[in-house]
């Protein structure tokens, strides 16, 4: 099965290797996600776009094979020996921080991190400016917050293309004044109906390769 998002590329494959799903969960096949090169800052499709096709019915249904996603750093600029793994790191309350911070001078621009569409966005009072933003197949959710403020034009069911400027680093919501990073976090839809959850997935060992 191809599907839009198979490349033919020499990569590093790391499975998502989030925390254990807990026993309620459902496993859902998740695609394989690995790192490809920043492509530069874009205002709009880098090249034709090839039109994601709908899965085909027949297909198999064998998690991850063929199913590849890649993406990229979602801030411009920031290379991978300067990520931290922030993923496991203890926040307010018993909670997890599940996501990674990339540290960035604020109004630095927040890349679409893969080709998709923007699900929602809006503010909120823990990740202030938010962007909601789906993988081609809606499979995946990618999460950025503390936002300054997003691109011009960003409203929800906009494609994007992977490296166009979504939004601006800055420190919005929850995050220490002048703290400004990128929150960003990855996961894996579990139902449709509910894209805001789902089967958390580290981006720091994934994006960690990138070139
Ligand atoms: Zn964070």
Redesign the pocket.
């Known amino acids: 099965m191809l599907t839009a998002f198979v490349w033919v590329r020499i990569g590093v494959t790391i499975l998502p290797s989030g925390p254990a799903p807990a026993a309620s969960v459902t496993p859902v096949p998740i695609p394989t996600i690995i790192a490809t090169g920043t492509p530069g800052v874009t205002m709009g499709p880098a090249s034709p776009a090839t039109t994601a096709s709908p899965v085909p019915p027949d297909a198999s249904p064998s998690p991850a094979a063929g199913d590849v996603v890649k993406i990229i750093i979602p801030v411009h600029g920031v290379r991978a020996q300067d990520l931290r793994d922030?993923y496991n790191?203890a926040?307010s309350a018993e909670r997890v921080?599940n996501?990674?911070?990339i540290m960035a001078p604020r109004g630095t621009p927040v890349l679409a991190t893969a080709d998709g569409e923007i699900a929602r966005l809006f503010s909120s009072e823990r990740g202030g400016n938010t962007i909601y933003q789906f993988s081609s197949d809606k499979r995946l959710v990618f999460y950025y917050?503390?936002l300054d403020r997003f691109a011009d034009g960003m409203v929800a069911g906009r494609r994007v293309s992977q490296g166009e400027v979504i939004a601006y680093v800055g420190d919005t919501g929850n995050?220490v004044a002048g703290n400004y990073?990128l929150?960003?976090?990855i996961w894996a839809v579990t139902d449709p109906n509910r894209y805001w959850d789902g089967v958390t997935i580290n981006p720091y060992p994934i994006l960690r390769n990138a070139p």
């Open positions: 922030t790191d926040r921080h996501a990674i911070d917050a503390h995050a990073h929150h960003f976090s």
